[in-house]
């Protein structure tokens, strides 16, 4: 699992392959509390492992149901008849709405005291339609803080024999509609659940259906209206039940495949689901993808000719996979228009204001209403800049962002949020992306290595970063602002808030164009002492990385392969001995018109290496993958030839 606190992605090139997707979260949460419900053993096989499974799955051991392996992805649930064995439980259920909604109501009608609570953001998720449904059967559950919301205690109640229908509201969450369905077999007499005005996420009764059929219950229904469970009508197991692959999840690699050259094939979800998501898939075609399906399996690429079309579209149906429509629309020509979604406020984030402040962030362009979002597409994807994507503890925050790493680099912070859903999405987005290739240059000052990595930029026609000069250009803006250079949480401020632009060859700091005053050999020092700060080197990473932009980028460092693009396409450790740099800068100081004196800058120079090689954060050393290139005795044109001819690219 990742805990780690941030995940920087570099821009993509493209995107292709398939990806055999984890078991559907809404299939695995209704099939392991059946399973719990039904008689008999049942072996479940593909369940998704993610935190909304296991919060489901640590309920049912608390309530004494008897979980047990069965080989690789597959489990046994020992059913309980309908019975469950213990009476009185504290159920943590994280932030998993199937887990939550369909609990509640399964245990409102068990007969014992049950104390459900989550995370914080669940207890702000209404239940109260829910709730209210529940009391009306002679449930005795109480709102221990807010009315209408979690944290709830159940108390063994004698339940309403009367009751033979049982109203519901449906347009908060079809997950009040699912839990009442699900439990009413245990009541084991004819309830008639009538859903009062409009019933969203329809799919979701569908899938809610199917399921309850696989465990041996009918459902008798009218439309949308009515659902009538029959007394009688117990879960028995089915013996064996596969889950499918979750048809949300797939949205981002079919997005993917839309967007980034293609074709991406999601396995596990195809024609034959019973998930509503896989209509993700038309809106993909509205928008010109080419979209191709078999029975369990969808693929999706680019249009042959032209960009993919914004269109609006009603997103009652999909409330999940909608979200992915938000990066897509970015790529495609004229606005996007989603609409019915309204629901999306109330899920692990509100999720309107968190998909349009988080794109905004990247410079793009979104209006929103109370139930509707409309994504302006730039008119150059170039407008779009690298930042900070907060993803709110929503796993689908975190998954839709990446598609826009087709536009800019970012970082992504609290990756490990998607183990809501998708424990290992960004390996899986690793695997079918091509990032955009970097040649890694480190080596120790006046090595030449700036004149060499500027050439090999050129040569290809890629970026190029001076990644010393951030270090100058903070040691300089500390200087300015009076800042000791080793107070490290002040310098660390001013790294990460530097002005700087590169314009026509020249480095500004704010409006100045600051080129002289940086290359002195002082500012060389600073850039050393700052250098050697943490702060300040966690401050400019991603201000470093930001300049991994298509086709490629060529930089130039002491740690860009080992710290700031480990995953470098190519990293070469270029060298000169310590007399042979301390020539060719003083040459360079002659030519500039500076007095100088050889043996002072040998002994600077001798200086700043040990001071590089010992200092505890990316201390400066040929890493075991980097390619050693001693240039004592090269010619700059031999240095870049051999650069170039390592990375396997040939000048453009
Ligand atoms: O029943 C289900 O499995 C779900 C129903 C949907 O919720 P709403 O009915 O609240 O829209 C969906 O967003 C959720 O991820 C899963
Ligand atoms: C809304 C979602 O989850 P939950 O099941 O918690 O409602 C979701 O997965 O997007």
Redesign the pocket.
Known sequence: MNHLPFLDLPAILSAGGTVRLPGS??LSNRILLLAALAEGETEVRDLLKSD?TDRMLEALAQLGIRVTPAGEGAITVHGCGGKIPVKEAQLFLG????A?RPLTAALALAGGAYHLSGVPRMHERPIGDLVDALRHLGADIECLANEGYPPLQIRPAALNATAATVPVKGNV?S?FLTGLLMALPLLYRTVTVEVVGELISKPYIEITLATMGRFGVDVAREGWQKFTVQAGSRYKSPGVIYVEGDA?SASYFLGLGAIAGGPVRVEGVGADSVQGDIRFADALAAMGARITMGPNWIEAAPPLNGSLKGIEQDCLAI??AAMTLVPVAVFAKGLTKLTGIASWRV??TDRIDAMANELRKLGGTVETTADTLTVYPPANLDELHCAEIETYDD??IAMCFSLMTLATPLRILDPGCTA??FPNYFDRFAEVTTAVPVIAIDGPSASGKGTVTQRVAEALGWHYLDSGALYRLTALAARKAGVDWNNEAAVAHIAAHLPVHFAGGLTFLGDEAVDDQMRTEEMGIGASTVGALPAVREALLLRQRAFRQAPGLVADGRDMGSVVFPDATTKVFLTASAAVRAERRYKQLMEKGFSAKLQNILQDLEDRDARDAARSVAPLRQEADAKLLETSHLTIVQAVNQVLDWSGNKAS
């Not at 932030?95 to 199937?98: D, F, K, P, V, Y």
């Open positions: 979260k809404s909304d932030n998993a709405g199937t939550f969450s997950q949300s409330p999940d899920k692990e796993h689908r809501k859903t």
